[in-house]
């Protein structure tokens, strides 16, 4: 197949991709577009409120802050840490089909990490980083050494960041040539390693390249049934909307009818979040899906949030982060039952109201709840069981809830099938280390 008939392939190097027309052009951006607030500039002013309220415990970005349905999961690990062998993305690859499905194109940007390293049963690395046993904090500079001493010890070196984990879960079920991701990252081997471990699942990726910063990476030392996360954002706080508007890469945002956003990428590059939202909005058969992420984004960057909420058309949290919602948007919300926050939520301002809204909201071990536009109760899906002897590694479970997701809407399945295909596929990820999924691949079966 040509380029232009199968624009979501694995392009050759060589080969360029046709521009699009002048009313395919990205939309222009504004002066203040131009200038969006630093990474820097939130971690400050997120620093301010902690500092005046102590009470906030919100302290990076990161969702492994969990919940107590999430922790039910994490205590049914027991000692299975300490006796499970490190397994590598890179031990398994899968055969690549060259056709390509332009219908079912998806575009994501990500804002966290590239690179998850892994160590198991370590206390001397915590106590060496100053690092506590349940964790999750941002790097500095007496951190960085921390990577490069993973890797010279036994690890495990996972391809990761939120986005594209949920990217490499939804090509996992669609047909090859399906899924394109778009980040950022650094000019160096975890980048190619990136690339490798993409394509080794089918995901096309089309990076952007920065060449000041490092890529992303964050460090993981697991000890019995708690992980300590150390993040060094880099490169993956760099994203820039030129990089989106540029005629090749907004050619596949055109082509693409489904748009999936991690809520992290907020706080990277608003303008390029919003591109997105406009171009579903604006043409009725795109569908636009953004991700809470973590609780400090609609806590911390709610009003980055509400800029995005008429553009909705589904949106995908945990219960936990539907509860930072909530308190931040206080008056009769604030403090009500996961049922009524996602009513709520799934009520607000629509700018297409050709699509009814759909709010999914993940409880852990306890059923999905789903809400609907313009019904008045909820829909529950009790969470497919798993025996706690099979469970190895929870982390990047919600990624792939969401893959599995975003896969049966693609696919146009019912809303049951489809929080059925993310149960399944997060239940494959929580028996690996990391957020991975078995090979050789399987298949999908109804619970």
Same mark, same amino acid.
């Given at each position: 197949?040509?380029?232009?008939?199968?624009?979501?392939?694995?392009?050759?190097?060589?080969?360029?991709?046709?521009?699009?027309?002048?009313?395919?052009?990205?939309?222009?951006?504004?002066?203040?577009?131009?200038?969006?607030?630093?990474?820097?500039?939130?971690?400050?002013?997120?620093?301010?409120?902690?500092?005046?309220?102590?009470?906030?415990?919100?302290?990076?970005?990161?969702?492994?802050?969990?919940?107590?349905?999430?922790?039910?999961?994490?205590?049914?690990?027991?000692?299975?840490?300490?006796?499970?062998?490190?397994?590598?993305?890179?031990?398994?690859?899968?055969?690549?089909?060259?056709?390509?499905?332009?219908?079912?194109?998806?575009?994501?940007?990500?804002?966290?990490?590239?690179?998850?390293?892994?160590?198991?049963?370590?206390?001397?690395?915590?106590?060496?980083?100053?690092?506590?046993?349940?964790?999750?904090?941002?790097?500095?500079?007496?951190?960085?050494?921390?990577?490069?001493?993973?890797?010279?010890?036994?690890?495990?070196?996972?391809?990761?960041?939120?986005?594209?984990?949920?990217?490499?879960?939804?090509?996992?079920?669609?047909?090859?040539?399906?899924?394109?991701?778009?980040?950022?990252?650094?000019?160096?081997?975890?980048?190619?390693?990136?690339?490798?471990?993409?394509?080794?699942?089918?995901?096309?990726?089309?990076?952007?390249?920065?060449?000041?910063?490092?890529?992303?990476?964050?460090?993981?030392?697991?000890?019995?049934?708690?992980?300590?996360?150390?993040?060094?954002?880099?490169?993956?706080?760099?994203?820039?909307?030129?990089?989106?508007?540029?005629?090749?890469?907004?050619?596949?945002?055109?082509?693409?009818?489904?748009?999936?956003?991690?809520?992290?990428?907020?706080?990277?590059?608003?303008?390029?979040?919003?591109?997105?939202?406009?171009?579903?909005?604006?043409?009725?058969?795109?569908?636009?899906?953004?991700?809470?992420?973590?609780?400090?984004?609609?806590?911390?960057?709610?009003?980055?949030?509400?800029?995005?909420?008429?553009?909705?058309?589904?949106?995908?949290? %945990?219960?936990?982060?539907? =509860?930072?919602?909530?308190?931040?948007?206080? !008056?009769? &919300?604030? /403090? *009500?039952?996961?049922? $009524?926050?996602?009513?709520?939520?799934?009520?607000?301002?629509?700018?297409?109201?050709?699509?009814?809204?759909?709010?999914?909201?993940?409880?852990?071990?306890?059923?999905?709840?789903?809400?609907?536009?313009?019904?008045?109760?909820?829909?529950?899906?009790?969470?497919?069981?798993?025996?706690?002897?099979?469970?190895?590694?929870? %982390?990047?479970?919600?990624? =792939?809830?969401?893959?599995?997701?975003?896969? !049966?809407? &693609?696919? /146009? *399945?019912?809303?049951? $099938?489809?929080?059925?295909?993310?149960?399944?596929?997060?239940?494959?990820?929580?028996?690996?280390?990391?957020?991975?999924?078995?090979?050789?691949?399987?298949?999908?079966?109804?619970?």
């Amino acid at each position: 197949m040509s380029p232009q008939a199968s624009p979501l392939k694995a392009r050759d190097i060589n080969t360029s991709l046709p521009s699009p027309t002048k009313s395919e052009k990205a939309p222009a951006m504004t002066e203040s577009e131009k200038q969006p607030k630093t990474m820097e500039y939130h971690r400050q002013v997120l620093q301010s409120r902690l500092d005046e309220d102590s009470k906030h415990t919100y302290i990076s970005p990161s969702d492994m802050i969990m919940s107590p349905a999430t922790k039910k999961l994490e205590t049914l690990k027991g000692k299975r840490f300490g006796k499970g062998k490190g397994q590598s993305l890179f031990a398994n690859t899968m055969s690549k089909n060259a056709t390509a499905n332009n219908n079912r194109g998806s575009g994501s940007l990500d804002a966290e990490v590239g690179k998850a390293m892994e160590e198991k049963n370590d206390d001397s690395m915590l106590q060496k980083y100053s690092l506590k046993a349940n964790d999750a904090i941002l790097a500095e500079e007496k951190h960085m050494p921390l990577y490069d001493d993973l890797l010279s010890q036994k690890h495990a070196l996972i391809a990761g960041g939120a986005a594209q984990n949920t990217a490499r879960g939804a090509q996992y079920i669609l047909p090859a040539d399906s899924v394109v991701f778009i980040g950022c990252v650094g000019k160096d081997e975890y980048a190619d390693k990136l690339r490798s471990a993409c394509s080794a699942a089918g995901l096309r990726v089309e990076y952007r390249v920065d060449e000041t910063q490092p890529t992303g990476r964050c460090g993981v030392v697991i000890t019995g049934a708690n992980r300590s996360l150390c993040t060094h954002l880099a490169a993956a706080n760099e994203y820039k909307m030129e990089h989106l508007q540029s005629p090749e890469i907004w050619d596949l945002v055109k082509k693409a009818k489904f748009y999936y956003v991690g809520g992290y990428h907020l706080t990277v590059c608003v303008p390029a979040v919003m591109a997105l939202a406009k171009e579903a909005a604006e043409n009725k058969d795109k569908v636009f899906i953004m991700n809470l992420s973590a609780p400090f984004i609609p806590q911390f960057f709610k009003q980055q949030l509400e800029e995005t909420s008429p553009y909705w058309d589904y949106v995908i949290g %945990n219960e936990t982060e539907a =509860a930072a919602w909530a308190e931040a948007q206080g !008056g009769d &919300v604030k /403090g *009500k039952p996961v049922q $009524e926050i996602a009513l709520h939520m799934a009520g607000l301002k629509k700018l297409n109201e050709g699509r009814k809204r759909t709010v999914v909201i993940t409880q852990g071990t306890e059923p999905t709840i789903v809400a609907v536009q313009g019904e008045e109760k909820v829909r529950e899906y009790p969470v497919r069981t798993i025996g706690k002897e099979e469970i190895y590694d929870t %982390n990047g479970a919600g990624d =792939a809830f969401a893959g599995g997701f975003v896969a !049966g809407i &693609v696919e /146009g *399945k019912s809303l049951e $099938e489809s929080v059925d295909m993310g149960q399944w596929l997060a239940r494959l990820s929580i028996k690996e280390l990391g957020p991975q999924f078995p090979y050789p691949k399987q298949t999908f079966s109804k619970a």
